[in-house]
């Protein structure tokens, strides 16, 4: 379908601001800008029944974890939400109004970690303090008031390819035992080739030549991108991974890597839901929610969808 209007109207603003692409900025710069766009456009925030903030082991040092429960008795589910940004940009308090309305619509207690950020860390640093994060919670369960047979992994865009490694990590470590994965326009493999690359090259927010400046930036090394656990897409085996979500926008340079690892999962035998957001741009569900009149209804589907894979 067209690009929904008001998707259109915030395009055009982009293109008439002559703004500078994430591929010509340093890492200083984006995340100044990030933290910008994300409170020029963050809603109003939901209010949740309790948020706290606390310290956990981690491979590399501490890991601060936020959590935001949302009203309901425990144990309730956990969410555990690794946040996009390209591994670079974004930080606990700019998902602060999302998170909240994440919980809400889930009915889980989102678990929300500051993972150490490239380019200063590279690859796997990341993805190890975001299991390290999982093994915390299960381990945790009790204390925390979760409920450790309902625990899911989560995250947008490079958050999303953190969810899908650290769901595959679980798999071939032996656990933790995962019940569910939300993969919101994940990016899934390095290579940035596929047909949607082309097509929304440039005009849809997110450029073909911003994600290979991502990419440079988290990983060490080109050899590096073939591993599984830094493009899931590549990973040889797909089964014995938990039932998924997964939900692209269809002017997005990620469309079609993670509608490829939706049906890798499919094959395998994994129970997966498909969901191509029409109309809309990568970040429709952060940072430009509060931007956006159809990222809220999207939002709440995801949310039935959550509740109904964890029976709650």
């Known amino acids: 379908m067209a ?33 910008t766009v994300v409170g020029l456009f963050a809603g109003p925030a939901e209010r949740v029944a309790a948020i706290e903030d606390r310290l956990i082991p981690g491979p590399g040092g501490d890991i601060p974890l936020r959590a935001y429960t949302p009203e309901g008795g425990p144990p309730l589910p956990a969410l555990i939400y690794f946040h996009g940004g390209g591994w670079v940009v974004g930080t606990t308090d700019t998902y602060h109004v999302s998170s ?21 860390y ?12 999982l093994k915390w919670v299960a381990e945790n369960a009790a204390a925390i008031g979760v409920d450790a047979q ?18 595959q990590m679980a798999r071939d470590r032996g656990g933790p035992a995962l019940a569910f994965q939300l993969l919101l326009y994940p990016a899934t493999d390095a290579s940035t080739d596929t047909p949607s690359y082309q097509e929304f090259a440039e005009g849809y927010l997110l450029l073909k030549d911003d994600m290979p400046w991502f990419w440079d930036h988290y990983l060490p090394n080109t050899k590096a991108a073939d591993e599984a656990y830094a493009s899931p897409l590549r990973a040889k085996d797909f089964s014995g991974l938990p039932p998924a979500l997964v939900v692209t926008a269809e002017y997005d340079v990620l469309r ?23 109309g809309t741009i990568h970040g429709f569900l952060h940072p430009l929610e509060g931007r956006f009149a159809h990222s809220k209804p999207v939002l709440a589907e995801i949310g039935a969808e959550v509740k109904k894979a964890l029976g709650s």
């Open 256 to 278: 079609d890597e993670g509608e490829d690892y939706a049906a890798r999962l499919k094959k395998a035998g994994v129970p997966v839901t498909q969901r191509r957001v029409d």
């Open 122 to 133: 590279k690859y796997p640093a990341a993805v190890e303090d975001c299991y390290a994060t």
């Open 100 to 120: 909240r309305a994440l919980a809400n619509a889930t009915g889980c207690k989102v678990m929300f970690p500051t993972y150490r950020m490239a380019p200063e």
């Open 3 to 35: 690009v929904l209007p008001e998707v259109r109207t915030f395009l055009d603003e982009i293109a008439a601001a002559d703004a500078k692409p994430w591929n010509q900025m340093t890492p200083a710069e984006a995340r100044e800008t990030w933290n």
């Open 150 to 167: 309902r625990i899911v992994v989560a995250g947008d865009s490079a958050g999303g390819t953190l969810a899908a490694a650290v769901a």
